[in-house]
T-cell receptor, first 115, second 116 residues
Framework: EADIYQTPRYLVIGTGKKITLECSQTMGHDKMYWYQQDPGMELHLIHYSYGVNSTEKGDLSSESTVSRIRTEHFPLTLESARPSHTSQYLC??????????????FGPGTRLTVL | AQKITQTQPGMFVQEKEAVTLDCTYDTSDPSYGLFWYKQPSSGEMIFLIYQGSYDQQNATEGRYSLNFQKARKSANLVISASQLGDSAMYFCAMREGNNAGNMLTFGGGTRLMVKP
């Protein structure tokens, strides 16, 4: 069973606020990912990390930033939230010793609404 | 060009019947892997089944099987004996071989609705 956690699960916030979405995994995975997904639509990769102190931008341009100071922790920050940031944000990790196919494990997601 | 195409935005199936969800892919890499994930209304992505490009047999995992037709570049998911709990979004994804980041490309998904 995957052990990857995201908080908060739901967030409603006003325009201009700074927010941080938390993601933690206890599987010791090197690689971590953030995806953005509009309801019923495909997932778009916005950030990924190969390991500690490594962060890269994904295919979809995003105003968010990420950091990877510890293996288990990969937070995503929006300095000034806007209504266009309203979406679901999914965190994932991979490259553990305990996977057969090197599949990505996903957290439960954070549903963000910016008013 | 789309790398992963799922042409069925939504499908209905009667409980206890089998259903096939379509997925076609596009890659020039001879080494790749194909994944199917289930996303219930709660939002999390659940890994279902994997097919490697060099695998000789179609993958099976319980009620899930993959109809892998390499020449046609299709990897359709077959769910046998549908249950009400199978109602969800289903996503096909591909990992191409030369991919140090283990990154996936996802299709647009198919919403499956199981009727009682």
């Amino acid at each position: 069973e995957a052990d990857i956690y995201q908080t908060p699960r739901y967030l409603v916030i006003g325009t201009g606020k700074k927010i941080t979405l938390e993601c933690s995994q206890t599987m010791g995975h090197d690689k971590m990912y953030w995806y953005q997904q509009d309801p019923g639509m495909e997932l778009h990769l916005i950030h990924y990390s190969y390991g500690v102190n490594s962060t890269e931008k994904g295919d979809l341009s995003s105003e968010s930033t990420v950091s990877r100071i510890r293996t288990e922790h990969f937070p995503l920050t929006l300095e000034s939230a806007r209504p266009s940031h309203t979406s679901q944000y999914l965190c994932a990790s991979s490259d553990g010793w305990d996977t057969r196919y090197n599949e990505q494990f996903f957290g439960p997601g954070t549903r963000l609404t910016v008013l | 060009a789309q790398k992963i195409t799922q042409t069925q935005p939504g499908m209905f199936v009667q409980e206890k019947e089998a259903v096939t969800l379509d997925c076609t892919y596009d890659t020039s890499d001879p080494s790749y892997g194909l994944f199917w994930y289930k996303q219930p209304s709660s939002g999390e992505m659940i890994f279902l089944i994997y097919q490697g490009s060099y695998d000789q047999q179609n993958a099976t995992e319980g009620r899930y099987s993959l109809n892998f037709q390499k020449a046609r570049k299709s990897a359709n998911l077959v769910i046998s004996a549908s249950q009400l709990g199978d109602s969800a979004m289903y996503f096909c994804a591909m990992r191409e071989g030369n991919n140090a980041g283990n990154m996936l490309t996802f299709g647009g998904g198919t919403r499956l609705m199981v009727k009682p």
